[in-house]
Each structure stands twice: as structure tokens, then as C-alpha cells.
């Protein structure tokens, strides 16, 4: 629907929030409001069909909800800090509705700014969260969902109410969008651009037999191509550990090979940018050794050693690197703030997650299995949400 | 670099496809091996990609260049002294130019070729000639555009160009009455891009109500036809549009690159775009694999021209297909192919760049 002027304001949901008192963490009318909302969304026939929203309505389903709230139990007296501005991101559509659900969780009134450009994804998803909030009055006199321009007044506005700020963006957006002014109390949790990278143990996937080959790729195939390789957690490098690193690098490439030939529905322009990306990195300086192929989806870099800027070094639409190491020890150095996500494949994640508390590593804020990369939770981009989102009211007892 | 020399120095249409192909994929070979030797960027993509330049291989088995490349990266074959000049054409809308190394060779082998393709199409004579477009863009900064290298580089085949646009881009009636008194009726080359014939002189012209006589001309246009297709005009409609204003009948559209200059592919009567035997095309699907003819897939355009820029294999973000080989009702021999437009852009997925949109 198309803006009359760069000031207009389209509400797709809920009220401009009347009420912004605090809730408590996980209140149960916050619950009842999302298992409801899932309940929709796993009936909506046309929600059903976009795997995206289907995520969304399994993630916030009452069981997993429940889990959520006691896993988060700390014992800590916690409410809201208020009234929560959402900027959410143009390109990942459904990200709007975790923004909402993060902010709500914590117990705050939320306003929620989606993309400017219509999306299928996200008209639906706010047609059903509209739908939804009228049977949940209270949750609705505090909660809304807007639309407007980027260069309108609105961002400055709604940001001088804030008392805390969801900012999901690119870099410029992010710093754009900090500079605006807020209370003195007020909050940020931005998530800017990251990166992302996977450990495979070499050994473990030569064991492995077609069976777990074939489910490997599968849940990297999920965690890059879903997102032509652009979120923030996909990953774009692969450490190969241990002995037998090329058998092993291999075997992964051609089982990924036939998975994103049959499944990922490559278009000319993609393969021209990917193609034109490897190119640019060899002519970069990257100390690429050779450039392979496994099918027509899936190109590999590989390294003979780690160049500066391993950040940096990004594909798109199934462009990998890979190196094959003894040890993560000479990763060490490389794995700087801007690193996400580390995805791993038989290696022990705990060792990996103590390998990045014991070396003081400025990057990785999440170490998840092979095929959860993309997986939300209350703990993302390094936050704890939960606690970011809520003030503590210490009294006798707790601290 | 026998083969390579041989087809330069060939007549354009002189050889069939079958005759054509083996010395083609030979001088592609030699060309290839001389910017391994004398480009260590290309020499090492050549090694990452893990290509032997010095086995024989089919065109279609080359490693090629993205033609943005050239706009990203200045690459060449020729040491800094040996620079006579560096093409920077912005394209038509494009904001990041090409960067694109001569040497006087290259520039002279250039205007040969272009001039014994076209040559083939309109005759030897230099025609008078008129240019539909301004003066202005050829002058100052707009120099280095498409279209002023398009209207520089076919200038050779005309004599006394005639702007028939002042540079409000309105119709310069005082240039052309003059033009049309000396030379109405008679043969000339009429000569500019697309959509600027189209807008600024077929549908003004049609408003107007008024006929030219320029029914001897020959008309050049290329430039492609993105703004013409987004009005739903196709080669058939921009054909009729001109017979009606200047009963122009013989017209002539040519497909090329800015970054392999010279070696065109000349439409001839039969509305087919014809490969010289200096130039070929290879048609790719959306893996970047050949493709067999007749199916429609982007289009490579393959050169024996680009000696002092690693430019001889080129792809395009153009869509196209090859409607035959030695067969066209023209008399031509070799590959003819039609060109579908510009591929069309993804949907970009991911987290980077948000609240923009």
C-alpha cells in the first residue's frame, strides 16, 4: 500500500501504547497472547505454506514458551523497562515478529516499526497478529505495529519515548538510527552486521554414513541457502579439524552439492555475483590454492593459509571457503568482534564455547550444531534479551 | 599466433561455422595464453580455477570474465608505457565506469574489424550522415559515454555528421531541412542509439505529423532495448515507426560491449544478430554451464580483439538465444542469435541493510 507522503503513519496493528507500565518477565497474559498467536499461525492455510512464519509459530508455541520462562528463571525480581521501540530489519521479514515477541517476554510495551516496503511475510503476519490482539484487550492497549517511511520524522519521535531500543540493521542503519535522541535511561540492543563460520571434525564426518552425510548437509544447507548465505549466522568459512580434513571436505562438498543442485533454486544474476565474488577475492589476494565446484550450486575456496580481514571474506549464494587445520589455536587471533555464530560438526560445543572464554575472544557470541544456525533465542548477538529488557529490583535477599 | 592472426585478417562472413569453430578455439587458446603470460591477475584465476591454457580446449570450456570486472578491477596485458588509452565508459546508466587498457594495436585492430563488419552491412562508401542525438553528447564530460564512443566509433563510415538534436534534446529543424535539401532521396547513413531514435525522433516526428525523405538511408542503432520494452515496443514496432516517419526500410540493430569494442554483432535483413568470424557467443544457463542452441540462457560474448586487456571472454547479464547456424536467409555464414534484454534482478534475502527498505 502505497505511502500518500513521507509523514504518513500506517498502523498495522494494536494501539499507539496507552498503557506502558511494566509486566513481569514471561507474564502469563503475554503467553496466553503468543501460544494463541501460534495456534493462528499454524491454521492460517497461506502462513502454513511460508517456512519462515511456520518457525516463528513453532518457537512460540506454549511448551516451548514454558520451557523458555523456566530456563530463564534467575530468582531476580524483574520487570520491563517500559516502552520498547522495535526497528526490524527489511530483509529477514519475519524478524519483526521475534523483535515483537523478545520485547514482550521481557514484560515491555512495545512499538514495532516494520520495513516500508509491503512483504507478503510480514503483511501476513501482522493481518494475524492484528486479528489476534483483539481477543487479548491488555495486551493490545500496549502493543503495536507500524509502518512509515524511513526518512519520516517517526524514528525521532518514537525514539525520545523509548526506554529501550531494538535496532536491527546494517552498520549505517544501526549508527543512523543511535544517533537519534532518547531518555538518558534508555536502552539499545543493536544488532548490526556480523559474520559467521563452522568447525567440522574431519574424522567425524568420514564416520559418518550416507544417512548422517545427507542430514549434515541438510542442516548446513538450511543454515546458508535459506538466506542466500546473508544472515548475519550463516557461516562462510569451514575449519576442517583434525586429520583428514580434504577426505572429509570432500565427502560434505558433493553430499551439499546434490542437495542445494536439486533444492536451491539458483537464478543467473546469483551466479554471476557468486562467480564475480570469487574472482574479485583471488584478485583480493586471498591465498586461495584452488577454486572448486560440486554441482552448479556450491563453489569452494580454499585456503592454504588465513589471510587478514577472515572476517571480511564473505560469499553469497553458496560461495565457501574452507581450510584444513590441526588445531583451532591459529583461528584464535582472526576471531574478532565481528564474528556471530559458530556452527559446529563433531567437535564438542562446550570445548568450543571454553576455547572462546579462555582465549578472550573479542568475537563468537554462539556456538550451535550444524543446522541451528538460524535457530532464534533469547540469548542473540551476544545479549541476554531477557535481561537486557527488564531493570532489577533488588530487596532483602536478592542482590 | 597463427590462427589468431589469420582470423583477424579474415573477411567478417567468410567462413562457415564448421570452418570457423577449430581455429576459433585456437586463437581463443593463443590469446588466452598470451594474458596468462603477460597479466599476473589473470594467470593466477587462471590457476585457482585450475585451467591448463596450455591444452587444447572448445570456446565454451574457457574461464570468463564478468564484464563488471573491468569496472571493479583495471586489468591488462600491457606494460604502463604501452597505455595509448584507457577507455572509462560509464554505459548508459551506469555509475562505476569500466576501465578498459589499449595499446595502439588493440585501438587500430579495433576500428579494422569494425569497419570491415559494418563495412559488410552498408558498403564502402562513407555516406553523409546523420546523427540522431545532440552535440552535446559527445563534449566535455559526457566524452567518455557509451553513447559518445557508439557515435565517435561509427562516424568513420560517415561523412559530415549532422546532429539532427540540439542539446534540449528536441529536433533541430535548421540542421536537418538543411541535410534533407542537400541530401534527401539520396543514400545515407543514419546512425544512434535506440531509445534516443525511438523518443526523440520516431514518436516526435509521428506527433507532428511530418514525413522525411530518407527513403535510401541505411540506420545503425543499438544500445539495447530496456526502455523500449518497458513501452512495450519491440524490433518489429521500432521498425514500422520508422518506415512511417522517413520511409527508412533498411535498418541495421548491432549488439555489443563497450569493454570489447569493435568486434559487433550486425543484425542483418532477416532480423538476425550475425557473429563475425572475429567474434562468437556462447549461451550459459543459471549455473553458468553452455547451453545447447536454440535455449535461452545469458550470453558470453567471446573476442579476438582484447590483446592488451585480459577482455577476450566476457559475460554478459544479457539474456539471449542462438536461432541458428549457417542457415540464416541472409547469406551469411555462421552463428545468428537474438538478444532477450537484461536478466531479470534476484530478490536479495538476509540481515544486512534493513531499516532502508
Known amino acids: 500500500m502505497p505511502l500518500a507522503d513521507n509523514e504518513s503513519l500506517i498502523r498495522l496493528a494494536g494501539t499507539d501504547p ?158 543512523a538510527l543511535r544517533a537519534l535522541p532518547t531518555p538518558p535511561r534508555c536502552v539499545d540492543v543493536a544488532f548490526a552486521d556480523r559474520t559467521s563460520l563452522c568447525v567440522m571434525g574431519a574424522q567425524a564426518v568420514l564416520d559418518l554414513d550416507q544417512a548422517g552425510l545427507d542430514a549434515l548437509a541438510h542442516g ?22 583434525g586429520a583428514g580434513g580434504a577426505e572429509a571436505a570432500q565427502r560434505f562438498w558433493h553430499a551439499l552439492g546434490r542437495k542445494a543442485g536439486t533444492d536451491y533454486p539458483q537464478t543467473p544474476v546469483r551466479a554471476v555475483d557468486k562467480y564475480a565474488d570469487l ?121 | 599466433m597463427a590462427e589468431l592472426d589469420d582470423l583477424l585478417a579474415l573477411d567478417p562472413f567468410a567462413l562457415s561455422a564448421a570452418d570457423k569453430a577449430p581455429l576459433f578455439a585456437a586463437a581463443v587458446g593463443q590469446l588466452t595464453r598470451h594474458h596468462r603470460d603477460h597479466c599476473a591477475d589473470y594467470a593466477r584465476i587462471l590457476d585457482v580455477l585450475g585451467f591448463d591454457a596450455d591444452r587444447p580446449h572448445g570456446i565454451e570450456d574457457f574461464p570468463f570474465l564478468p564484464a563488471r570486472l573491468f569496472k571493479l578491477r583495471r586489468l591488462q596485458s600491457v606494460t604502463d608505457d604501452q597505455v595509448h588509452k584507457v577507455l572509462t565508459s560509464s554505459g548508459t546508466s551506469g555509475q562505476v565506469p569500466s576501465r578498459i587498457v589499449l595499446d595502439a594495436a588493440t585501438a587500430a585492430l579495433q576500428s579494422r574489424v569494425l569497419t570491415r563488419i559494418v563495412g559488410d552491412f552498408i558498403g564502402k562508401a562513407r555516406l553523409p550522415m546523420l546523427v540522431i542525438d545532440a552535440p552535446g553528447t559527445v563534449k566535455g564530460h559526457n566524452a567518455f559515454s557509451a553513447r559518445a564512443a557508439g557515435i565517435l566509433g561509427f562516424s568513420i563510415f560517415g561523412r559530415n555528421p549532422t546532429y539532427a538534436l540540439n542539446d534540449r534534446m528536441e529536433l533541430d529543424w535548421d540542421n536537418l531541412d538543411r541535410f534533407l535539401a542537400a541530401h534527401g532521396g539520396e543514400p545515407v547513413l543514419i546512425f544512434g542509439f535506440t531509445f534516443v531514435i525511438w523518443q526523440h525522433f520516431v514518436q516526435v516526428l509521428e506527433k507532428m505529423g511530418r514525413r522525411l525523405n530518407l527513403d535510401q538511408a541505411v540506420l545503425i542503432h543499438g544500445g539495447g532495448w530496456k526502455k523500449l520494452a518497458e513501452q512495450a515496443v519491440d524490433d518489429a514496432g521500432f521498425k514500422a515507426g520508422l518506415v512511417q516517419v522517413g520511409g527508412i526500410r533498411r535498418i541495421h540493430d548491432y549488439y555489443g560491449m563497450v569493454e570489447q569494442t569493435g568486434s559487433i554483432f550486425m543484425q542483418c535483413a532477416a532480423g538476425r544478430l550475425h557473429c563475425p568470424v572475429q567474434a562468437d557467443i556462447v549461451i550459459r544457463d543459471a549455473h553458468l554451464a553452455p547451453l545447447p542452441d536454440g535455449s535461452r540462457g545469458l550470453v558470453q560474448l567471446v573476442s579476438l580483439l582484447p590483446k592488451s586487456y585480459p577482455g577476450h571472454l566476457l559475460l554478459s547479464e544479457d539474456e539471449g538465444t542462438v536461432i541458428g547456424v549457417d542457415d540464416c536467409p541472409c547469406g551469411r555464414p555462421g552463428k545468428t542469435f537474438t538478444i532477450h534484454g537484461r536478466t531479470a534482478m534476484a530478490e536479495i534475502r538476509g540481515c544486512s541493510d534493513a531499516a532502508g527498505g
Not at chain 1, 153 to 163: L, P, T
Not at chain 1, 220 to 241: E, G, I, K, R
Request: charged residues 20%.
Open chain 1, 220 to 241: 548446513f544447507f538450511n543454515d546458508t541457502y535459506l538466506m542466500d548465505q546473508n544472515a548475519c549466522s550463516s557461516p562462510h568459512l569451514v575449519v576442517w579439524l
Open chain 1, 18 to 175: 496507552t498503557d506502558i507500565r511494566p509486566r513481569v518477565p514471561f507474564a502469563p497474559e503475554v503467553l496466553d497472547f503468543l501460544a494463541d498467536l501460534s495456534t493462528e499461525l499454524r491454521q492460517n492455510p497461506e502462513a502454513r505454506r511460508m517456512g519462515d512464519v511456520q518457525s516463528f509459530a513453532f518457537w512460540c508455541r506454549r511448551p516451548h514458551l514454558e520451557r523458555m520462562r523456566q530456563a530463564y528463571d534467575d530468582k531476580k525480581r524483574r520487570l520491563g523497562r517500559g516502552l520498547a521501540f522495535h526497528v526490524a530489519p527489511a530483509n529477514v521479514p519475519v524478524n519483526f515478529a521475534f523483535s515483537l515477541a523478545f520485547g514482550l517476554l521481557a514484560g515491555c510495551a512495545n512499538i514495532v516499526r516494520v520495513p516500508s516496503v509491503p512483504h507478503a511475510v510480514v503483511d501476513l503476519v501482522a493481518a494475524v497478529i492484528a486479528k489476534v490482539l483483539v481477543r487479548h484487550p491488555h495486551v493490545a492497549a500496549s502493543n503495536t505495529l507500524v509502518r512509515y517511511d524511513a526518512a519520516s520524522r517517526h524514528s525521532a519521535v518514537f525514539s525520545a519515548r523509548a526506554d529501550a531500543r531494538l535496532l536491527w540493521g546494517g552498520d549505517a542503519t544501526v549508527l
Open chain 1, 279 to 399: 574472482l574479485e577475492a583471488v584478485l583480493d589476494k586471498e591465498p586461495i590454492s584452488r577454486a572448486r565446484t560440486y554441482g552448479g550450486a556450491v563453489t569452494v575456496l580454499e585456503w592454504s593459509a588465513l589471510p587478514d580481514g577472515v572476517a571480511g571474506c564473505r560469499g553469497r549464494f553458496g560461495l565457501f571457503r574452507q581450510i584444513l587445520a590441526d588445531s583451532l589455536e591459529p583461528l584464535a587471533p582472526h576471531l574478532d568482534g565481528r564474528f556471530q555464530t559458530l556452527t559446529a560438526f563433531g567437535v564438542d560445543r562446550d570445548q568450543l564455547a571454553d576455547f572462546v572464554v579462555s582465549h578472550r575472544l573479542a568475537g563468537v557470541d554462539r556456538v550451535v550444531a550444524v543446522g541451528q544456525a538460524l535457530d532464534m533465542g533469547l540469548t542473540w548477538d551476544g545479549y541476554d534479551l531477557i535481561g537486557q529488557l527488564t531493570r532489577v529490583v533488588a530487596g532483602p535477599g536478592q542482590p
